[in-house]
């Protein structure tokens, strides 16, 4: 059974940091593309940033509103990726979701159940 679970989120002022983490099972977890979505209410789900699998070299990506802001990076060999959140503004609060998805061959997708991020003084 597969599962990614997310943890970390919480509530932040503005200009504070967070670190998001996604810790997976059930998957070969380097040969997947990991990424980050945030859904804030009454919007539509948008990617925030991206880390390929092993496949790819671990390259990443980051949505033009992030960069320079958040960091994403993976540990295989604990099956997890983390979301460094820095500079947090008032229009990053959204529920974070992960999402891994395989790069080769039948793509095959999962998503965590996402975590909260709050940034309110």
């Known amino acids: 059974q597969v599962q990614l679970v997310e943890s970390g989120g919480g509530l932040v002022q503005p200009g504070g940091s967070l670190i998001l983490s996604c810790s997976a099972s059930g998957i070969i977890f380097s040969l997947y593309r990991i990424g980050w979505y945030r859904q804030a209410p009454g919007k539509q789900r948008e990617l925030v940033a991206a880390?390929?699998?092993?496949?790819?070299?671990?390259?990443?990506d980051y949505a033009d509103f992030v960069k320079g802001r958040y960091f994403n990076y993976r540990d295989n060999t604990k099956n997890t990726v983390y979301l460094q959140m820095n500079g947090l503004k008032t229009e990053d609060p959204a529920v974070y979701y992960c999402?891994?998805?395989?790069?080769?061959?039948?793509?095959?997708?999962?998503w965590g159940k996402g975590t909260q991020v709050t940034v309110s003084t």
């Open positions: 999402h891994a998805a395989t790069e080769v061959g039948r793509i095959v997708d999962y």
């Open positions: 880390v390929a699998g092993i496949t790819y070299g671990s390259n990443t």
